[in-house]
């Protein structure tokens, strides 16, 4: 089972809340590099890290808004 599986909650928010590179992320999880890392995230969560970073910007921006 890849890392990103046995700890994916807490990775998942680690890309959100952090301005670590996803290489740093990555080492920090046992992966070798960042495209390792890249791969997991997105066989688990359907969508590479960058993509979730954006996607979670664009709603917390959206509810900004409306605020």
């Known amino acids: 089972m890849s890392p990103v599986l046995n700890s994916s909650g ?8 952090t301005d670590k590179s996803l290489t740093e992320i990555a080492l920090n999880y046992g992966y070798n590099d960042a495209s390792s890392f890249s791969r997991a995230f997105k066989r688990h969560f359907k969508v590479s890290p960058t993509q979730y970073r954006k996607q979670q910007e664009m709603t917390s921006n959206q509810n900004l808004k409306r605020s």
């Not at 807490?10 to 809340?17: D, F, G, K, P, T």
Request: hydrophobic share 60%.
């Open 10 to 17: 807490r990775q998942s928010i680690l890309v959100l809340v």
